[in-house]
């Protein structure tokens, strides 16, 4: 039996510190591909590129492992890595290290997640990871055992169809992490607030700033895992419907 | 007491026709405050604007409610909408009319559908209205009735707090429509094709495409209603957690 083939990609651009561990990380597990965005995507969601055309360019960085650097989403890239580079699925597909935390509500937001999402959405055993640390020079060696250590979980057993995983990893030293902890999404939002500024000419213009509210309490959160240097595990699925919902609202007179 | 006030967005940007007839639909309703993209956004999912400013411009359409045009995504218009225009919580969000589906996974993928989720994580009564028609000249007056009782029954009945809906309009004639069904997300998926080109340079580009599959024939999803000619009403939530993986995956060694 070869070695497993692992794709590779992110949120931060081909070119960010996460991503370049994380390839250093799953040369250890098996052959490695590369296909990530030429640019930061942070934010995107969900997103997908149909209005304009998408650009892929080999590029070479350090290693001799296939690489691409591409001009779409994390959805894209997912996409056009297994459609146009690989022409088939691979064994595994991680995504991240995202600088910066994906518990929580942020998965809904993130490009890193939507890229192990769509992965899920194709059968491809998938993984986001995201060190809770913003920084161009966070730590991202601290996680390494426990990135392998999942990622290696994953390529023996597998997922089951239609589920990834979503680990987010403290931003501690390594010897404080307490090990890994297998959670839920904690309720939580964020509260906008806008930057209101005129430009040189005079025009408005707004940022995007917010606060992070947590709405639980709950130690079985990954909000709670995280802020007790725990590795948060959070099993994400596809399906959006609110099931429990569906006999209320059945006895609704919607059409009336 | 007042009439409500209802924000409208999409994703197909502030002159669709799509959304033109929403608003007109709405003014029989409430008090209506127009905040939607400038440019078409579809397939942004839940994209939000943070590396960019965003912009936002007033604009008079047709009447003499409130009208913005904003650089930013679904997303953003709801957040600028709710922080800088109106400063309150709207007593309903309605988003769209889409011109193509949101049914079954298009959900993850769509604009229309992240504003509407915005909408319900900042706990507004919201819904998202798509008409099964890509059609520049789509036929939106055949959903009006049921778009305005949907709206309506919202309005009276509010949605439990995390929750809003995804109502898919079947492209055919207002005698045609058969009521409405609520119902769950089918499951389906895209299978990509990429177009794979050379632009004069002689560069490489590709084309997204893709053929929808649907995976399952059920009468209780949002396809099969659509099919037989009903408008679908599907709940939709945003906590991604796979719960009932929980159990199993806390039995995995994923620290050893």
């Known amino acids: 039996m070869g070695k497993p083939v692992i794709l590779v990609t992110n949120d931060d651009g081909v070119m960010a ?3 370049r561990h994380l390839v250093k990380f799953m040369l250890e ?18 997103a997908v590129t149909i209005v304009n055309p998408i650009r892929l360019e080999k590029i070479t960085v350090d290693g001799g492992h296939q690489e691409f650097s591409c001009s779409g989403t994390p959805v894209d ?4 890595a297994v459609n146009k580079v ?13 600088h910066g935390s994906n518990a929580s509500i942020n998965v809904i937001y993130s490009g890193t ?24 020079d966070a730590d991202f060696m601290a996680g390494k ?41 904690a309720r939580a939002n964020w509260e906008e607030e806008f ?25 079985e959160t990954d ?3 995280l802020s007790n240097n725990y590795v948060s595990v959070v099993p994400i699925q596809f399906d959006f419907t609110a099931h429990g919902l569906i006999p209320e609202l059945k006895k609704w007179k919607l059409d009336a």
Not at 29 to 46: C, F, I, R, Y
């Open 17 to 19: 510190p996460g991503i």
């Open 113 to 136: 997640m939507s890229a192990a999402i769509e992965g899920a959405m194709e059968d491809i055993p998938s993984i986001g990871f995201s060190l809770l640390d913003y920084r161009f």
């Open 145 to 185: 055992k426990y990135v392998q250590q999942i990622a290696g979980n994953v390529l023996k057993q597998g997922l089951p169809k239609g589920i990834c995983l979503n680990v987010n990893i403290p931003a501690v030293k390594e010897s404080d992490i307490q090990g890994v902890k297998v959670c839920r999404q």
């Open 223 to 225: 909000e709670y895992a």
């Open 77 to 80: 890239c997912v996409k056009l």
């Open 86 to 98: 690989l022409n088939r699925k691979p064994d595994l597909l991680v995504s991240g290290i995202n």
């Open 29 to 46: 597990l098996g052959e490695v591909v590369v296909v990530a965005p030429d640019k930061p995507q942070s934010g995107m969601g969900h």
């Open 195 to 219: 930057d209101h500024r005129k430009d040189p000419r005079g025009k408005d213009y707004y940022w995007l700033t917010g606060r992070f509210r947590l709405h639980e309490n709950s130690n």
